[in-house]
């Protein structure tokens, strides 16, 4: 990498970068300030990075930082608990259903919703997890938590994702029914 | 003990077993866990119908997370702006990339000074072959030799818009021996122009783009100066490009090709 401008190791990660700004702020124009805000940091601080070490990672890590101090991120974590292993698991349960228990195809839509209403933590290591398919030790030193909270958090988002999907493929027979 | 009570104990039993497989189960899907446990996680799912469902509905929602997740996409106006600006914030690397050339090219700027003065009384395309050489020389001289850095057409090309007054096409370089490194605004006889620096191999190549009623002077084709710069020069839809460097003819000839074919 040492021989690797700024602008060719962390310009692949653009895309990726945007998607995960949009995730967290809702919002295409506060996802591009926050990207752009991420690379100028980035560059910033590219000759004190350690080649070698995992660049992914700390890009990732900028960008959720400068989420977290922006004013939405100061909103999303003033009004939802950032640590949420404390959390009281049954908010979450799953009830399953002789229905539930079949597995169903799931719709991409629901879980967008269900991803999208999640608490920012959770939504956070899921991305990490399933879109970027970070490894437990990269979601670790993104999102600066111990291996162990990861797990914890990722399983606990899970739970909440699947109570979600199940919450809104109720309604949803409910909102065909209304619009007819 | 009853038949029913050691029923029950089998079913408990069972139960703690397969509670502590459902808490590797994140593990499993997400390939983190050890070999050992995956060895004895595999086989419980084998004989017991619940986990495997179980395992199988994450496997489906990291699946459906995984597809949902990737939704927002950038537009390319907005990536060639950011791209843009980083280019522009990045002094400090890109002079320890040209410091190596400076004192090729101080030597190169004080040849150029002395050619000038020997030069005065050549003929018209002579002395414009002399003054893009010194240019060329300039820039490779300069701490920063280009105004927009960038290895992407897509970059390089817009932020002349408003700068010059025509524009030009750029051609694609990948599988060709060329690096686009970027380029600036240049003059010749007080009208600006376009001047892009490209690489072939340890060379710098300037190819310099004027309107034609800038260059009055001047033949095109291939000339050969005094500092052992090649220059191909030609004329295209009412521009005049030159491609100026200390790389082979045959790689200017090639430069040339590529930016005839786009122009």
Sequence with gaps: MSGESFEQVAMPYFERLYNFACWLTHDREEAEDLVQETYFKALKGFSSFQPGTNFRAWIFRILRNAFLTSRTGLKATATVQLDLEGEDESLFAVKETPESMMLQRLDGDLVQRALQELPVAYREVLLLCEVEEMSYQEISTTLGIPMGTVMSRLSRARRALRAGVQTLQLQKPQEAGARG | ?263
């Design chain 2, 1 to 263: 003990m009853s038949g029913e009570n050691i029923d029950r104990e089998n079913i408990d039993r069972e139960n703690k077993g397969c509670e502590m497989w459902m808490e590797k189960l994140d593990s499993y899907v997400d390939g983190e866990l050890p070999a050992a446990d995956e060895r004895g996680l595999v086989e419980h799912l084998e004989s017991c119908s619940a986990c495997a469902a179980e395992s199988l509905k994450k496997v489906q929602l990291k699946r459906a997370v995984h597809a949902a997740g990737m939704r927002f996409v950038p537009d390319s106006a907005f990536r060639a702006r950011v791209q843009a600006k980083i280019a522009a914030r990045q002094p400090f690397r890109w002079n320890r990339l040209w410091l190596p050339m400076l004192a090729t090219a101080m030597v190169l700027v004080i040849a150029g000074a002395v050619s000038l003065n020997l030069s005065r009384n050549r003929r018209g395309e002579e002395r414009l072959v002399s003054e893009l050489a010194d240019l060329h020389v300039a820039t490779l001289a300069s701490v920063n030799p280009v105004d927009v850095v960038s290895t992407d057409r897509h970059t390089v090309k817009p932020w002349f818009a408003g700068k010059i007054p025509f524009t030009f096409n750029l051609p694609e370089l990948q599988d060709t021996p060329f690096v686009l490194v970027g380029g600036k605004v240049s003059y010749l006889n007080q009208s600006p122009g376009a001047e892009l620096i490209f690489r072939v191999r340890q060379h710098q190549i300037s190819a310099f783009i004027f309107q034609e009623r800038a260059v009055s002077s001047g033949r095109t084709g291939d000339v050969q100066n005094e500092l052992s710069f090649n220059v191909r020069s030609w004329s295209q839809n009412g521009l005049r490009y030159f491609v100026i460097g200390d790389a082979s003819g045959q790689d200017l000839d090639k430069l040339r090709d590529l930016l005839k074919g786009v122009g």
